[in-house]
């Protein structure tokens, strides 16, 4: 019997408040209020989620056994067929939750499963899986988006854009905490998508709201980033995990107009990412 912590571990589940403020963003750039459907949403999104991330860890069951045989599968805390089992069932279990929503939430979770599968199969082979695992986030907050009045709508989709961009450049510094070699600077330019994007979209009086969390996002953005790039000793898996951490925070950049509640939603699950990450790994 697998330990409670293995599966929390083979879920990555530090990064589960990232999915829920993705979720949130599509929510509110759909211009709906919360209300049961929400939560609904929230589920399914956590479903696939989690089926993703155990599928990852089949998938890369040999390649652990080389470079991470800390990881659950190598270090035989838990049968790689019983990984399988419980990552195909995450999956159909999130895709039945969103399956209750309009036909445009359905096409979108579809893509979304596809792109996570396709990732999980090929992301060690291909230079281009940092697309793939961009495409993953960037359907869930058009799905999230989607589920209020079964459309997306234009802010929307640059939103998720923009956040597919940030996710290329964090997936690209990810591929070197295994793979080893040196970082170029220009994939981390994918990083500021979202405050070019905030700079163009806001303007009057939502300027300096934006232009204050720019600030903050970019300050938070060299703080992780100076782990892989000029400490002394160059530690990748943090500078990783501090910008999965930073996803609330592009979130909130996306949607806010200074209603305080959000500020304080998005705040919270940031802060909630890195409370998760002090027991359980983000990577």
């Known amino acids: 019997m697998a330990t409670l912590r293995t599966l929390l571990i083979l879920g990555r589940v530090s990064n589960l408040p990232t999915v829920w403020s ?10 709906a209020a919360l209300n049961g459907s929400f939560a ?6 956590t ?21 991470r045989p800390e990881r659950p599968i190598p270090s035989r805390a838990i049968r790689v067929e019983t990984v399988w089992g419980w990552g ?4 159909g ?26 990732y999980d199969a090929v992301h060690k082979m291909f230079a281009f899986s940092p697309a793939l695992m961009a495409a993953c986030r960037a359907f869930l907050v058009l799905a999230a988006s989607s589920v209020p009045h079964d459309r997306v709508e234009g ?9 597919g961009s940030y996710i290329v450049g ?11 070699g040196a970082l170029s600077f220009w994939p981390l330019l994918f990083l500021i998508a979202p405050v070019v994007l905030a700079v163009i979209v806001n303007q009057g009086g939502n300027f300096w709201r934006a232009a204050l969390l720019c600030a903050v996002l970019l300050v938070w953005m060299a703080r992780s980033l100076h782990f892989a790039l000029w400490a002394a000793q ?4 943090r500078s990783v995990a501090g910008l999965l951490a930073g996803i609330p925070l592009v979130d909130w950049l996306s949607v806010w107009e200074g209603n305080a509640l959000v500020a304080l939603a998005f705040a919270a699950l940031f802060g909630l990412a890195l409370l998760f990450q002090r027991f359980v790994p983000a990577t």
Not at 47 to 67: I, K, P, S, T, V
Not at 155 to 163: F, G, Q
Request: glycine share 10%; aromatic share 12%; proline share 0%.
């Open 93 to 118: 279990i999130g895709l039945a939750c969103l399956f209750l929503f309009g036909k445009v939430t359905m096409i979108l979770a579809l893509l979304l499963t596809l792109s996570i599968l396709v």
């Open 234 to 237: 160059r530690n990748i898996g």
């Open 47 to 67: 479903c696939l989620y989690l089926g993703g991330m155990y599928l990852n860890d089949a998938f890369d069951a040999q390649f652990d056994a080389q470079h």
């Open 88 to 91: 195909f069932a995450w999956l």
């Open 22 to 31: 993705n979720c949130l963003a599509g929510w509110l750039l759909a211009g």
């Open 155 to 163: 802010i929307a989709i640059w939103s998720a854009l923009v956040m």
């Open 40 to 45: 609904l949403l929230c589920l399914g999104a």
């Open 170 to 180: 964090l997936s690209y510094i990810a591929r070197r905490e295994t793979g080893g």
